[in-house]
């Protein structure tokens, strides 16, 4: 078998065009999952029922299925859910939204709770209002005890994004499936995705690292 | 000098507060008149705290009165806020906020209660930092605090926003001896300058120099109360008599 290494050079616009896809869903699933997991956590912290209630189903619902699942789902479902057409980018981004969202609501429902009520009773006898306390006094403090933990699903997201190419969304892996399949070059384009996604994933898991040594409980 | 009629700041009127089954006040009449330090004094568990926390609506109470200045305090969450700007609370555990300077500590208070200018708000922490004897210790995190200076921070955290009473939870418990003289002495230079404070306190010498008035807690329940020389000298019932000589309290 004679290896063939030019299929990989020879593509590299369209590589380079699913990296950038990866790194915008990435991002963005990010941007959104995370205030979408401090809203969860909130509703999940609530004293009102159906926001409790909405918010834990939500939370255990995607928590507990396969990334994978969920984005055939949000293929084949939402659509008729939603009467909306998604394309095939915003599908796969919604798909990961639900299950980032439901696992950083987790991540911060831990935080806001490791931060002992004498706190937050301190910001009201200064004669803040809860909301203010919350914003001023709890999250700051919970957002350096997560962060490590949000680093982690970070770097788990940023794999996790190769499911959606089972629905065609042109990130990294789909395009060199797709190079794979058209080329007949099955080595040498594994190996080329390979290398891509380690050579962008291992600095981020070092900053990871870096991030968990770094951001020690300040009391 | 002619004499001031005594003013009302705070009054309890038939205070009851219940946690589920157990019932931690039963039905406290107090008042604490304008300049006067009340120190609260009793056996653990007997309601000391939940008394202070319901003096600024921390805890609700089940029935009677809390009134400052004459109203009870209100039930609307943005009414009560309101309320708790004008009284400063001092825990036990000073609950300084861990990501803020000394400094930020301070002048959180008036930058984000009273919408003050950072810089105002800054001088104004700056001067109280002063005379709690920590201007030095501005840029500090708390964390690099000793235990007296955390308290004094969380002194000067109350007095920023002027408050016209002060509430103190065991301010010295948690303390190591030798700095809980610090604390006592930013307290007693405040009562001197006709501060009103009631002051739970396990200090007996704190409580008989500096108090007005010493109320003394049971169950729930005031059991005693009067000038610090009656307290502790002669106290009218063998309840204050047990407490103060299980203290080892020789008078
Ligand atoms: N949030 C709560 N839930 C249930 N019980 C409580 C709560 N807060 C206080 N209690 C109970 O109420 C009683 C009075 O408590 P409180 O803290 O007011 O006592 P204290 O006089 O301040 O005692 P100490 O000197 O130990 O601080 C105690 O028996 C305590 O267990
Ligand atoms: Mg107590």
Redesign the interface.
């Known amino acids: 078998m004679t290896l063939q290494w030019s299929v990989v050079w020879d593509n590299w616009p369209a590589l380079l065009h699913g990296v950038l896809l990866t790194i915008a869903l990435t991002f963005t699933t990010m941007a959104i999952a995370v205030p979408g997991g401090i809203l969860l956590a909130l509703m999940r912290l609530s004293p009102i029922r159906p926001l409790n209630l909405f918010a834990t189903c939500f939370v255990e619902l995607f928590r507990n299925l396969p990334i994978i699942l969920v984005v055939y789902w949000a293929f084949y479902v939402l659509p008729v859910l939603t009467g909306l057409s998604l394309s095939a980018f915003a599908t796969g981004l919604a798909a990961l939204c639900f299950n980032v969202s439901a696992y950083n609501s987790e991540t911060f429902r831990a935080g806001i709770a490791s931060i002992r009520a004498?706190?937050t009773?301190?910001g009201?006898?200064?004669?803040?209002?809860?909301s203010?306390a919350f914003r001023?006094?709890v999250l700051?403090?919970a957002w350096?005890r997560v962060l490590p933990v949000l680093a982690s699903t970070w770097v788990s997201l940023f794999k996790d994004t190769s499911l959606v190419s089972v629905i065609a969304v042109g990130e990294l892996a789909y395009t060199a499936l797709q190079i794979r399949s058209q080329t007949f070059r099955v080595l040498e384009m594994l190996t080329a995705m390979a290398a891509i996604y380690w050579l962008l994933g291992y600095p981020q898991a070092k900053l990871v690292d870096w991030i968990h040594r770094r951001m020690g409980v300040?009391? | 000098m002619t004499a001031v009629p005594p003013r009302p700041v705070i009054q309890y009127e038939g205070v009851v507060k219940t946690f589920g089954t157990f019932t931690a006040l039963r039905g406290v009449s107090l008042e604490v008149n304008h300049g006067e330090v009340v120190c609260l004094i009793g056996p653990s568990g007997s309601g000391k705290s939940t008394l202070l926390r319901c003096t600024?609506g921390?805890e609700p109470i089940d029935s009677g009165r809390v009134l400052f200045d004459g109203v009870a305090l209100p039930a609307q969450?943005?009414a009560l806020?309101?309320v708790?700007?004008?009284?400063?609370?001092v825990?036990q555990?000073f609950?300084?906020?861990?990501?803020k300077t000394a400094l930020d500590n301070v002048a959180?208070?008036p930058i984000?209660?009273l919408g003050m200018p950072r810089t105002q708000a800054r001088e104004r922490a700056m001067a109280l930092l002063d005379k709690v004897g920590l201007a030095d210790k501005a840029g500090s995190?708390?964390?690099k605090l000793s235990g007296g200076q955390q308290q004094r921070v969380?002194i000067a955290?109350?007095l920023a926003?002027q408050p016209e009473v002060m509430l103190f939870d065991e301010p010295t418990s948690a303390l190591d001896p030798e700095t809980i003289g610090e604390v006592l002495n930013v307290m007693k230079r405040l009562a001197d300058e006709g501060m009103t404070m009631v002051v739970v306190t396990h200090e007996m010498n704190f409580a008989r120099r500096v108090a007005d008035r010493v109320v003394v807690f049971e169950k729930g329940q005031v059991v005693e109360s009067g000038p610090p020389e009656q307290i502790f000298d002669a106290p009218k019932t063998t309840r204050t008599r047990d407490f103060l000589g299980h203290l080892g309290w020789q008078g």
Do not use: C, D, W
């Open positions: 004498g706190q009773e301190a009201l006898a200064l004669g803040m209002s809860r203010t001023t006094i700051p403090q350096r300040l009391e | 600024n921390l969450p943005k806020y309101r708790r700007q004008r009284m400063g609370m825990f555990s609950e300084l906020f861990p990501h959180i208070g984000t209660v995190l708390p964390a969380a955290r109350a926003m």
